[in-house]
């Protein structure tokens, strides 16, 4: 095994693990602040995905359409937030599951009477279509550098939005005590309809980005849900950091578990038998890693309001 | 006049007894994939199936859709629903291996006949198969072994090999090896449903094969060939025509120009059963037909076929209409085999772009009358 094919290997992982911060803050975000589980966070994935592929087929930019799919998420989450979800705060998380996997099948069939059931063409922007050299003479798709960089800045922008602004100091305040929130003069109801448009944009903007590498069809956002709960399960509910850090993780440990499993395991068995159990031991690896997690900590690896 | 009364009543009796005969209401129960990521395919064989059930004017079949969701749990009790509630005589419709496996077995067990227009696994084609179960469009294995065997004559000599880690995709590359002559490179399972082959990806351009053989179905096959694309690796593609079908060609765009592939069925195929069926289609739904259309709609008209020349109360002579395949396929000539599976040429396609839409051409015949490799393990 070569050198370049680990360091790209490296990357892809960690591309993976920026993606899934993106689904991931938002879900957490919105279960930190309002105790909220939304199953149908991937929906909102799904929605962006279609509205830039529709709107870049319409105009032929790429740009134009990955920004009117931030605004049609966070526009759909704020609607679906003052429709529904307002609802839904105070009942205990069985009826919020219940009510938000509703909201899936809606959005799902929505989706497929207004675009219909076969996958649509979004295809990346061309200065960013093809592979690019890195230092080294590593050649790596451009467009999946491009989310990296956007998903690192993203990341950054996030944590100084919820650590210096008033915004960010009352989305703090009002997942530590959100009566006394209230009671200290701020409008609870609109922060709530704020953050939840915030989770919403974040989880469309990752569906126009990777709806450009994938597919875009419906129930897209399923299987990238999954993906965010076992994140947030392993970082600690509510916490912004923990999402991070164990997206990262997750990406890096799915990544390199598909690649090196195989490998390790022809070191003590038979070629073909190797490839059969170690592939299927990859597509367990992550959910192994999450239960290893909880045995030591049961809470996650940053536990919110610790 | 009393002559006259009897023959009329002689010909009244046997007018009805002919149609009886020749019309008794068929129930067909239809599980299918019609929502969530491979829902495309579904919608194909049900509107192929419908189309070809419209155009016979046949007003006997009494069709029930059912969506699977590609869950195969749902998929057992759609079909334990259609058998004891419902009392369907036949089934059909199943898309996925993983899904057919868990139906079909009970399914024929229980004395309904089960006619596939898609799903094809080697454990129903060999010691498993059974004179209730048809399949109407391939073994499993059929397009990845003429894809092996057109390997051979491209000049391919190593190959790096993936598909889905289920049953269908086992079957894959298990009928490429079969056939290829060359080295195997890497071969390699992934997660049914992944959407993301950055790691494969990087493991073929370190891997110096002279082509890829993958077999990925629906969105998978999507995403795979953007990425490819993308990751500018220029090995060759290879594979069977599920991933390079009319449904998702458009999805894909360029990254899939040139590809070859194989199929029992081309929208080219020169014969006016096709012609008609790829106008009709058309016509109908506003589209091009996919090859899942195609296996949808032979797989009503072998059904058809068989309502004309017998009851269905008379079994052994349905399922003996059945396995006669009396009928004018979209895919030129097809007979059944001893294990009830096809035998039929397979083409080589490739995939080009006429005006604005992206579709295959014929460019060579990779198998000709091909069977598959289980038909002597099949006791029947």
């Known amino acids: 095994?070569?050198?370049?094919?680990?360091?790209?290997?490296?990357?892809?992982?960690?591309?993976?693990?920026?993606?899934?911060?993106?689904?991931?803050?938002?879900?957490?975000?919105?279960?930190?602040?309002?105790?909220?589980?939304?199953?149908?966070?991937?929906?909102?994935?799904?929605?962006?995905?279609?509205?830039?592929?529709?709107?870049?087929?319409?105009?032929?930019?790429?740009?134009?359409?990955?920004?009117?799919?931030?605004?049609?998420?966070?526009?759909?989450?704020?609607?679906?937030?003052?429709?529904?979800?307002?609802?839904?705060?105070?009942?205990?998380?069985?009826?919020?599951?219940?009510?938000?996997?509703?909201?899936?099948?809606?959005?799902?069939?929505?989706?497929?009477f207004l675009f219909g059931s076969f996958p649509l063409y979004?295809?990346?922007?061309?200065?960013?279509?093809?592979?690019?050299?890195?230092?080294?003479?590593?050649?790596?798709?451009?467009?999946?550098?491009?989310?990296?960089?956007?998903?690192?800045?993203?990341?950054?922008?996030?944590?100084?939005?919820?650590?210096?602004?008033?915004?960010?100091?009352?989305?703090?305040?009002?997942?530590?005590?959100?009566?006394?929130?209230?009671?200290?003069?701020?409008?609870?109801?609109?922060?709530?309809?704020?953050?939840?448009?915030?989770?919403?944009?974040?989880?469309?903007?990752?569906?126009?980005?990777?709806?450009?590498?994938?597919?875009?069809?419906?129930?897209?956002?399923?299987?990238?849900?999954?993906?965010?709960?076992?994140?947030?399960?392993?970082?600690?509910?509510?916490?912004?950091?923990?999402?991070?850090?164990?997206?990262?993780?997750?990406?890096?440990v799915d990544t390199m578990g598909r690649f090196l499993l195989p490998t390790l395991l022809s070191g003590v068995m038979e070629a073909s038998a190797a490839r059969g159990i170690g592939s299927a031991i990859a597509s367990m690896l992550i959910y192994l890693l999450m239960a290893v997690v909880l045995v030591f900590k049961p809470k996650g690896l940053f536990p919110a309001n610790a | 006049m009393k002559k006259a009364i009897i023959a009329f009543a002689a010909a009244t009796a046997l007018a009805t007894g002919v149609t009886q005969a020749f019309a008794e209401p068929v129930k067909v129960g239809m599980i299918t994939t019609l929502s969530g990521g491979g829902a495309?395919?579904?919608i194909d064989v049900r509107d192929g199936f419908e189309l070809a059930i419209k155009q016979s004017g046949n007003t006997d079949i009494e069709l029930i859709v059912e969506d699977d969701a590609r869950k195969p749990d749902l998929a057992v009790q759609l079909s334990d629903k259609l058998i004891q509630s419902d009392k369907v005589d036949i089934m059909?419709?199943?898309?996925?291996?993983?899904?057919?496996?868990?139906?079909?077995?009970?399914?024929?067990?229980?004395?309904?006949?089960?006619?596939?227009?898609?799903?094809?696994?080697?454990?129903?084609?060999?010691?498993?198969?059974?004179?209730?179960?048809?399949?109407?469009?391939?073994?499993?294995?059929?397009?990845?072994?003429?894809?092996?065997?057109?390997?051979?004559?491209?000049?391919?000599?190593?190959?790096?090999?993936?598909?889905?880690?289920?049953?269908?995709?086992?079957?894959?590359?298990?009928?490429?090896?079969?056939?290829?002559?060359?080295?195997?490179?890497?071969?390699?399972?992934?997660?049914?449903?992944?959407?993301?082959?950055a790691a494969e990806i990087a493991e073929i351009r370190a891997s110096g094969a002279d082509s890829v053989f993958f077999f990925l179905p629906g969105g998978m096959g999507i995403a795979f060939m953007k990425q490819y694309a993308g990751a500018g690796v220029d090995v060759p593609l290879l594979g069977p025509a599920f991933s390079f079908d009319q449904g998702i060609l458009q999805a894909v765009g360029d990254a899939a120009l040139g590809v070859k592939n194989t199929s029992q069925w081309s929208k080219d195929i020169d014969n006016e059963t096709n012609k008609a069926f790829v106008e009709s289609f058309q016509a109908e739904y506003g589209r091009l037909p996919s090859l899942y259309a195609s296996q949808g709609f032979d797989t009503a008209n072998l059904l058809l076929s068989a309502m004309g020349s017998a009851p269905i109360s008379d079994k052994p002579a349905f399922l003996a209409a059945l396995k006669a395949a009396d009928f004018k396929s979209t895919r030129g000539d097809f007979k059944f085999g001893p294990n009830n599976h096809p035998i039929q040429d397979i083409y080589v396609r490739e995939v080009i772009k006429e005006g604005d839409v992206y579709t295959n051409k014929l460019v060579g015949v990779a198998l000709e009358d091909h069977s598959d490799a289980y038909a002597a393990d099949c006791k029947m």
Not at chain 1, 75 to 86: D, F, K, N, Q, T
Not at chain 1, 174 to 186: H, K, N, T
Request: hydrophobic share 55%; with cysteine.
């Open chain 2, 92 to 197: 059909t419709g199943i898309i996925w291996s993983n899904l057919a496996m868990a139906v079909i077995p009970g399914a024929v067990a229980q004395g309904k006949i089960y006619l596939s227009p898609n799903a094809g696994p080697s454990a129903l084609a060999g010691a498993g198969c059974n004179e209730n179960y048809f399949n109407v469009a391939w073994q499993n294995d059929n397009l990845h072994e003429a894809m092996g065997a057109y390997a051979n004559t491209a000049g391919f000599k190593k190959s790096f090999i993936l598909a889905p880690n289920y049953p269908a995709g086992q079957d894959a590359l298990t009928g490429f090896k079969r056939f290829f002559k060359g080295e195997i490179a890497n071969e390699i399972y992934t997660k049914l449903g992944q959407t993301d082959y």
């Open chain 1, 122 to 252: 979004l295809d990346p922007p061309a200065i960013l279509a093809g592979p690019v050299t890195l230092p080294g003479g590593l050649p790596y798709p451009a467009y999946r550098l491009a989310i990296i960089v956007a998903g690192v800045l993203i990341a950054i922008g996030l944590g100084l939005l919820i650590s210096r602004t008033r915004l960010g100091m009352q989305i703090r305040a009002g997942e530590a005590d959100r009566e006394m929130i209230a009671a200290l003069g701020v409008d609870i109801r609109f922060l709530y309809t704020v953050v939840f448009a915030l989770g919403a944009a974040l989880a469309g903007f990752a569906g126009a980005m990777i709806g450009a590498l994938q597919s875009v069809q419906v129930g897209m956002g399923e299987p990238v849900l999954i993906l965010a709960f076992v994140v947030i399960v392993i970082g600690g509910i509510g916490s912004i950091r923990g999402a991070l850090v164990a997206s990262l993780i997750v990406g890096l």
């Open chain 2, 40 to 42: 495309s395919l579904g």
């Open chain 1, 1 to 112: 095994m070569s050198t370049a094919l680990f360091l790209e290997q490296l990357l892809n992982g960690l591309q993976l693990g920026v993606t899934l911060f993106l689904m991931a803050a938002g879900l957490t975000l919105i279960f930190g602040v309002m105790g909220l589980i939304n199953l149908a966070h991937g929906s909102l994935f799904m929605v962006g995905g279609f509205v830039c592929a529709a709107v870049a087929a319409a105009t032929g930019s790429f740009w134009i359409g990955l920004a009117a799919s931030l605004v049609a998420a966070a526009a759909l989450g704020a609607i679906v937030e003052i429709v529904v979800i307002r609802r839904l705060y105070d009942r205990d998380h069985l009826d919020q599951v219940l009510a938000t996997f509703a909201l899936v099948l809606m959005f799902s069939e929505g989706v497929r």
